[in-house]
């Protein structure tokens, strides 16, 4: 168990452009979820997946956010023409997904700062 | 929907002595709660969670957490505390799929 992986750890981009963050969950989860961070709040719910299926989106998600989780393994969240208001940390999160386990299990998160 | 109030942002306590975090939440669906702990620098860790059955929880490093369900409350409480318990400690609530609604989150300053 090597526990949740998230790259980059920091990225710094021009308002306007495009990012993309990676996250690789435990290896036998089947739950993932990407959450927001910023300064002085708790994280915020952004989107979930079951395997590969996108099933919950919070409409915090606006157009601009899009998230995939092919084959079920990885996931990416792509932010389109970023806005300073973007920046934050973002976390993955992922669980096994059992009746009754309901812990999930955070990576390190992804600084974003947009200049 | 759910919600989930820490009343305090900051508690100051000097070692060894005893500290309660307050959390509220509302829920409109079963309630499994949760407490993380943030360390500086660091990512979000499970401190202990509420399920079903007793209302009384505990982490392996002395922290509980008790559940009212006629107060609606789940407050963290630990009776001596160490300059290594300083973190962020957040109170969260679960939902549909199982996703997380967080409180704002409460900083656990301890000072010698």
């Known amino acids: 168990d090597t526990g949740v992986s998230q790259d980059p750890r920091h990225k710094i981009t021009k308002r306007g452009q495009n990012v993309t963050f990676r996250c690789d969950p435990i290896?036998?989860?089947?739950?993932l979820y990407w959450y927001r961070q910023t300064l002085g709040q708790g994280p915020e719910f952004l989107t979930y997946?079951?395997?590969?299926?996108?099933?919950?989106k919070s409409r915090l998600l606006s157009d601009r956010f899009s998230a995939e989780r092919p084959k079920g393994s990885f996931s990416t969240l792509e932010i389109q023409r970023t806005e300073q208001g973007d920046s934050a940390m973002y976390l993955c999160?992922?669980?096994?997904?059992?009746?009754?386990?309901?812990?999930?299990?955070f990576g390190p998160g992804t600084r974003l700062t947009v200049t | 929907a759910q919600s989930v109030t820490q009343l305090d942002s900051q508690v100051p306590v000097f070692e060894e002595a005893p500290v309660e975090l307050r959390c509220n939440y509302s829920?409109?669906?079963?309630?499994?709660l949760f407490w993380y702990v943030q360390y500086p620098n660091q990512g979000l860790q499970l401190l202990l969670k509420?399920?079903?059955?007793?209302?009384l929880v505990e982490s392996i490093n002395g922290f509980e957490a008790e559940f009212n369900k006629s107060q609606t409350s789940f407050h963290l409480r630990k009776p001596s505390v160490h300059i290594s318990d300083t973190a962020e400690y957040f109170c969260?609530?679960?939902?549909?799929?199982?996703?997380?609604?967080f409180g704002k989150g409460t900083m656990l300053l301890v000072s010698p």
């Open positions: 999160a992922s669980s096994k997904g059992l009746a009754g386990s309901y812990e999930q299990y």
């Open positions: 509420y399920l079903s059955g007793s209302t």
């Open positions: 969260a609530v679960s939902g549909r799929y199982s996703t997380l609604t």
């Open positions: 829920s409109s669906v079963s309630v499994y």
């Open positions: 997946f079951q395997n590969e299926a996108q099933l919950e």
């Open positions: 290896s036998e989860h089947n739950r």
